[in-house]
């Protein structure tokens, strides 16, 4: 089904900002409600937004599935690699980065770079799940 060119303009006009309030999640999880999950599902929806609007070929283009697949490869290595940087220096996923006022950016320790990769493996893998639903609906 085609969409109407209001449809498509508004599309292109929410995504960057639901992209913008995801990488905010990422970064300032750790200090508020939210965090790498959340972030993972707005970045998500970012995309299907778009795939539902202007057409799952369109977007793959942009989007391309190899892409999807190694940036939800690269972002679980990340975290394994977490959890076994944490070992060296007390126990599995141990906080070993200090630092940081209260409540600031850098507080968080390992925290900040958790919440992007979680939200960058959860993002990964729904779009990935949404291009195979595809397929498999483009099939029929």
Do not use: C
């Amino acid at each position: 089904m085609k969409m109407t060119p209001i449809v498509r303009t508004t599309t292109k006009l929410v995504s960057p900002f639901l992209v913008t309030y995801s990488v905010y999640l990422m970064t300032y999880g750790h200090l508020s409600p939210g965090g790498g999950f959340q972030a993972g599902v707005i970045l998500a929806v970012s995309i299907v937004l778009l795939i539902t609007s202007h057409g799952y070929k369109r977007v793959r283009k942009t989007f391309k599935f190899w892409e999807v697949q190694l940036i939800e490869g690269i972002s679980g290595a990340f975290l394994v690699f977490l959890g076994i940087l944490g070992v060296f220096f007390g126990n599995f996923f141990y906080n070993f980065l200090r630092g940081g006022d209260v409540g600031a950016l850098l507080s968080g320790g390992i925290v900040p770079l958790f919440n992007i990769g979680v939200a960058l493996k959860v993002g990964a893998a729904f779009t990935f799940m949404f291009y195979i639903l595809l397929r498999w609906v483009e099939r029929d």
